[in-house]
């Protein structure tokens, strides 16, 4: 079966697989994962005539990452903006490009890809939500990062796996967040206004989850996030749940963990809520 024809993350663990016969019979490290060597290699792991056989930086305005082929359609190139600081967002851009060319090179010849695909986990058939899972399980193996997440949740546990797999903290804490049966909800945000935020499938369903797209939310007041003199919380501060979520039916606290990034300008804040209370507002029921 072709890679194109399964989910992405069975694609990503048939690279998995090779890798793993590799390191038993020459040793070496699982991890971080060679991404570059895994793209190189994908066409001949596959009997395929079109092999990825560029990876580089390039200058290109308004864009993260990008997959192309040559006029022959004989090979392709993967290429990330050479304004990407961190090796860890270099990564995750690579193994997505990858994921387009296990999964939709049949489909079109150019994808350009840009920051905001980079973190659209959720969609479907959508095929940057699918570049994405696939860099995900690629990177980081749900089999592997459970093991490695079987304690506290917090920032120095999530930033070991962070290192571990040679990512970013966010893209980590997208991974928890894609299985955990915690209620938890990360929101990124920038002068005091939400950028963007994702929720656990258990804290979607109780109802804490912010709708940021084309909307301007505020960061609560009395949030950990807007406190300026307190640049990092890495295990957690309890907050009123009612803070962040004023229609939660329980004056129960949440643990809200933040950190803040000045190369990026943004805040991270992750909130992990109590497993019984609920966020909907009464003219839900």
């Given at each position: 079966?072709?890679?194109?024809?399964?989910?992405?993350?069975?694609?990503?663990?048939?690279?998995?697989?090779?890798?793993?016969?590799?390191?038993?019979?020459?040793?070496?490290?699982?991890?971080?994962?060679?991404?570059?060597?895994?793209?190189?290699?994908?066409?001949?792991?596959?009997?395929?005539?079109?092999?990825?056989?560029?990876?580089?930086?390039?200058?290109?305005?308004?864009?993260?990452?990008?997959?192309?082929?040559?006029?022959?359609?004989?090979?392709?190139?993967?290429?990330?903006?050479?304004?990407?600081?961190?090796?860890?967002?270099?990564?995750?851009?690579?193994a997505h490009e990858l994921g387009h060319y296990m999964l939709h090179r049949a489909q079109q010849s150019e994808f350009m890809c840009s920051k905001e695909?980079?973190?659209?986990?959720?969609?479907?058939?959508?095929?940057?939500?699918?570049?994405?899972?696939?860099?995900?399980?690629?990177?980081?193996?749900?089999?592997?990062?459970?093991?490695?997440?079987?304690?506290?949740?917090?920032?120095?546990?999530?930033?070991?796996?962070?290192?571990?797999?040679?990512?970013?903290?966010?893209?980590?804490?997208?991974?928890?967040?894609?299985?955990t049966d915690e209620k938890a909800v990360l929101v990124v945000s920038k002068d005091g206004f939400m950028d963007w935020a994702s929720s656990s499938k258990?804290?979607?369903?109780s109802g804490a989850y912010f709708k940021t797209k084309s909307n301007v939310i505020e960061i609560p007041e009395k949030a950990l996030a807007l406190q300026?003199?307190?640049?990092?919380?890495?295990?957690?501060?309890?907050?009123?749940?009612?803070?962040?979520?004023?229609?939660?039916?329980?004056?129960?606290?949440?643990?809200?963990?933040?950190?803040?990034?000045?190369?990026?300008?943004?805040?991270?804040?992750?909130?992990?809520?109590?497993?019984?209370?609920?966020?909907?507002?009464?003219?839900?029921?």
């Amino acid at each position: 079966m072709e890679p194109s024809e399964l989910a992405p993350p069975k694609a990503a663990n048939l690279l998995h697989r090779a890798s793993e016969l590799f390191h038993q019979a020459h040793g070496g490290n699982r991890f971080p994962v060679d991404i570059d060597a895994m793209a190189k290699g994908a066409a001949e792991l596959f009997s395929w005539q079109d092999p990825i056989t560029t990876i580089e930086p390039v200058n290109l305005p308004n864009f993260e990452g990008m997959l192309a082929v040559n006029e022959a359609k004989s090979k392709w190139m993967i290429a990330y903006n050479e304004s990407l600081s961190s090796q860890g967002r270099i990564r995750f851009t690579k193994a997505h490009e990858l994921g387009h060319y296990m999964l939709h090179r049949a489909q079109q010849s150019e994808f350009m890809c840009s920051k905001e695909d980079m973190f659209k986990w959720e969609g479907g058939q959508n095929i940057e939500a699918e570049a994405d899972k696939f860099a995900s399980h690629l990177l980081m193996p749900l089999d592997d990062f459970r093991s490695q997440m079987n304690g506290d949740i917090n920032f120095d546990s999530l930033g070991h796996c962070a290192d571990r797999y040679g990512v970013s903290l966010t893209a980590t804490i997208l991974k928890w967040l894609s299985y955990t049966d915690e209620k938890a909800v990360l929101v990124v945000s920038k002068d005091g206004f939400m950028d963007w935020a994702s929720s656990s499938k258990a804290a979607k369903n109780s109802g804490a989850y912010f709708k940021t797209k084309s909307n301007v939310i505020e960061i609560p007041e009395k949030a950990l996030a807007l406190q300026d003199n307190i640049t990092e919380e890495r295990l957690g501060a309890k907050t009123a749940a009612k803070i962040w979520f004023p229609h939660a039916d329980s004056d129960a606290d949440l643990k809200e963990l933040k950190i803040f990034s000045e190369q990026y300008d943004c805040t991270l804040s992750l909130l992990i809520l109590p497993k019984h209370i609920d966020c909907w507002e009464n003219s839900r029921y």
